[in-house]
């Protein structure tokens, strides 16, 4: 009987490891109920793959590496672009049903990409659709055990190797599973700061706890903000606006109306993600404001964005006829566990897949829609040979790491605003000097896991001093332009 493997984690990443693990018994735990309370669900843009006339892998590589900042692991770009076919089909088999019109899969455009190559589901719902098809599949899996609404506390550790998990159930009860491979598939990092997209789940738990079990980390720094969450207070996440929307004509404004990307980059409003947020961070910080006008699609909102759509009438605004303010929100961990192309930490039996690995696709600025796109291709590919490596046999753990005091609600608050601060779309070597001193001095952030993570994470920001990707430091001079290393494509203009 092969040993069970642990899956914590519900999204796309955790999800496909667990489907793909068959028949290894699989124990997947996870927050919520089934594809609740994942980034994954939130998806709107969808995922990218080189399907198109006149398109292929190399020019997805190539618009990866470009939006990355050339920081990227070139080997795991060129794997993960060649997967994007196949991933798209496996997802299809699971039932995932695309938008499809006669010549094949309706293609989106989004930021950073040269083409069209952006594949969806019921407009720009895609990832609930992703997602609930997952779960359907995994909730009848024979060889999953779903422990839902159980959160991961503690991972168990004999001789320096991983041994098992511990969990505390909704009553809070602690429930031990004995296990010699334990896959992290967390999610990312947005809860810690004020203004994200991401759902309060997204809070680093998986990635502190590693961290804590001695696993190594990389690029802690690169944290990607998205140009256009809706600037409105709604007391949690901030609701995105896709970047399809621009893709499909919509248009960033300043408060006077001018187009707020002209001149700015060859892109214009397509450039990539942190060029983009960066500028609406200026423009707002400069006492300015940043509107997204999607008035130019009319009625197209309603059939290809309803999401956006229901978005603004929820405000009271009707993207048909008037703007919407929007303003950077923190959206994703470039940075994360350090892993393998497998998946595989520094610790031995422990896996990180999603976004709270790094295995360096994404380099220094993610390019949209290629996250899920990583979940599926590197969740398939880690739960396959997990399905058939020779696990060690199981052992009880003779060390338990946890994560320890939580901080307080109100400490919690402060810590988000300071790193919104400290850690945003720009950033300079004295704010996040003092965002440390400001945590070191405040013993419950002090001695709560997620004023040490936070800890780490600008400690890694202060030590990269050049700008790079998504990380701007306006102290410091900017590292080698991108256009230096790596050759812009030379795309037509934008249809
Ligand atoms: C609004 C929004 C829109 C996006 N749009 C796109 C898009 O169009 N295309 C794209 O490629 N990417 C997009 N992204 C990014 C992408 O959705 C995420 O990066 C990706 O889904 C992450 O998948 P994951 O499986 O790694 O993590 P998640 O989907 O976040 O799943 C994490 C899982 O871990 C569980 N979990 C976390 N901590 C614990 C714990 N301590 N104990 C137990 N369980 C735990 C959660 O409950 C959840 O099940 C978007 C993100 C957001 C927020």
Same mark, same amino acid.
Request: charged share 20%.
């Given at each position: 009987?092969?040993?069970?493997?642990?899956?914590?984690?519900?999204?796309?990443?955790?999800?496909?490891?667990?489907?793909?693990?068959?028949?290894?018994?699989?124990?997947?735990?996870?927050?919520?109920?089934?594809?609740?309370?994942?980034?994954?669900?939130?998806?709107?843009?969808?995922?990218?793959?080189?399907?198109?006339?006149?398109?292929?892998?190399?020019?997805?590589?190539?618009?990866?590496?470009?939006?990355?900042?050339?920081?990227?692991?070139?080997?795991?770009?060129?794997?993960?672009?060649?997967?994007?076919?196949?991933?798209?089909?496996?997802?299809?088999?699971?039932?995932?049903?695309?938008?499809?019109?006669?010549?094949?899969?309706?293609?989106?455009?989004?930021?950073?990409?040269?083409?069209?190559?952006?594949?969806?589901?019921?407009?720009?719902?895609?990832?609930?659709?992703? +997602? /609930?098809?997952?779960?359907? &599949?995994?909730?009848? @899996?024979?060889?999953?055990? *779903?422990? #839902? !609404?159980? %959160? =991961?506390?503690?991972?168990?550790?004999?001789?320096?190797?991983?041994?098992?998990?511990?969990?505390?159930?909704?009553?809070?009860?602690?429930?031990?599973?004995?296990?010699?491979?334990?896959?992290?598939?967390?999610?990312?990092?947005?809860?810690?700061?004020?203004?994200?997209?991401?759902?309060?789940?997204?809070?680093?738990?998986?990635?502190?706890?590693?961290?804590?079990?001695?696993?190594?980390?990389?690029?802690?720094?690169?944290?990607?903000?998205?140009?256009?969450?809706?600037?409105?207070?709604?007391?949690?996440?901030?609701?995105?606006?896709?970047?399809?929307?621009?893709?499909?004509?919509?248009?960033?404004?300043?408060?006077?109306?001018?187009?707020?990307?002209?001149?700015?980059?060859?892109?214009?409003?397509?450039?990539?993600?942190?060029? +983009? /947020?960066?500028?609406?961070? &200026?423009?707002?910080? @400069?006492?300015?404001?940043? *509107?997204? #006008? !999607?008035? %130019? =699609?009319?009625?197209?909102?309603?059939?290809?964005?309803?999401?956006?759509?229901?978005?603004?009438?929820?405000?009271?605004?009707?993207?048909?006829?008037?703007?919407?303010?929007?303003?950077?929100?923190?959206?994703?961990?470039?940075?994360?566990?350090?892993?393998?192309?497998?998946?595989?930490?520094?610790?031995?039996?422990?896996?990180?897949?999603?976004?709270?690995?790094?295995?360096?696709?994404?380099?220094?600025?993610?390019?949209?829609?290629?996250?899920?796109?990583?979940?599926?291709?590197?969740?398939?590919?880690?739960?396959?040979?997990?399905?058939?490596?020779?696990?060690?046999?199981?052992?009880?753990?003779?060390?338990?790491?946890?994560?320890?005091?939580?901080?307080?609600?109100?400490?919690?608050?402060?810590?988000?605003?300071?790193?919104?601060?400290?850690?945003?779309?720009? &950033?300079?070597?004295?704010?996040?000097?003092?965002?440390?001193?400001?945590?070191? %001095?405040?013993?419950?952030?002090?001695?709560?896991?997620?004023?040490?993570?936070?800890?780490?994470?600008?400690?890694?920001?202060?030590?990269?001093?050049?700008?790079?990707?998504?990380?701007?430091?306006?102290?410091?001079?900017?590292?080698?332009?991108?256009?230096?290393?790596?050759?812009?494509?030379?795309?037509?203009?934008?249809?």
């Amino acid at each position: 009987m092969r040993k069970p493997l642990v899956v914590v984690g519900a999204g796309i990443a955790g999800l496909s490891v667990a489907l793909s693990a068959a028949p290894r018994p699989v124990w997947l735990v996870s927050r919520g109920r089934p594809g609740e309370a994942s980034a994954s669900a939130l998806a709107q843009g969808g995922v990218a793959a080189a399907l198109g006339e006149g398109d292929d892998p190399a020019q997805h590589a190539q618009d990866t590496l470009v939006a990355g900042a050339g920081h990227n692991d070139e080997e795991n770009v060129h794997w993960l672009v060649s997967q994007a076919a196949s991933a798209i089909a496996w997802l299809a088999g699971q039932g995932v049903c695309f938008d499809r019109d006669a010549s094949g899969y309706c293609l989106g455009r989004e930021g950073g990409h040269g083409r069209h190559r952006i594949v969806h589901a019921r407009g720009d719902a895609t990832g609930a659709a992703i +997602v /609930a098809a997952l779960a359907a &599949r995994a909730e009848t @899996a024979a060889h999953i055990t *779903w422990f #839902d !609404a159980h %959160a =991961l506390q503690g991972i168990g550790l004999r001789a320096g190797r991983v041994a098992g998990v511990r969990l505390a159930d909704a009553a809070g009860e602690t429930v031990g599973l004995q296990a010699a491979d334990v896959v992290l598939a967390t999610g990312g990092i947005g809860a810690l700061f004020a203004a994200t997209t991401n759902p309060p789940g997204a809070d680093g738990a998986g990635l502190a706890l590693a961290l804590e079990a001695g696993a190594q980390a990389r690029d802690l720094e690169f944290i990607q903000f998205h140009p256009t969450a809706l600037a409105v207070d709604v007391g949690g996440p901030l609701p995105l606006l896709t970047e399809a929307l621009r893709g499909a004509g919509a248009v960033l404004r300043d408060g006077d109306g001018h187009a707020l990307m002209a001149g700015r980059h060859p892109l214009g409003d397509l450039a990539p993600r942190d060029v +983009v /947020a960066r500028e609406v961070w &200026r423009e707002r910080h @400069a006492g300015g404001s940043a *509107w997204l #006008d !999607a008035t %130019a =699609l009319g009625d197209r909102l309603a059939s290809d964005f309803p999401t956006a759509l229901a978005i603004g009438r929820a405000q009271g605004i009707d993207p048909r006829r008037q703007w919407l303010p929007v303003a950077p929100a923190a959206h994703f961990h470039m940075g994360g566990v350090s892993v393998d192309a497998l998946g595989r930490s520094t610790v031995p039996g422990l896996h990180a897949v999603g976004e709270v690995a790094c295995n360096g696709v994404h380099g220094a600025n993610r390019l949209a829609s290629n996250s899920l796109l990583e979940g599926v291709a590197f969740g398939r590919r880690l739960g396959a040979w997990l399905a058939s490596h020779a696990s060690a046999p199981g052992a009880t753990a003779d060390e338990w790491i946890t994560l320890g005091d939580d901080a307080p609600p109100c400490d919690l608050r402060t810590l988000r605003c300071l790193l919104a601060q400290s850690l945003g779309p720009v &950033r300079d070597g004295d704010g996040l000097r003092r965002a440390l001193a400001e945590i070191a %001095a405040t013993p419950g952030l002090s001695q709560a896991w997620q004023g040490r993570l936070a800890t780490r994470l600008l400690h890694a920001a202060l030590a990269r001093r050049d700008s790079l990707g998504a990380h701007w430091r306006e102290d410091t001079p900017a590292g080698p332009s991108i256009h230096q290393r790596i050759a812009t494509p030379a795309y037509g203009e934008i249809p």
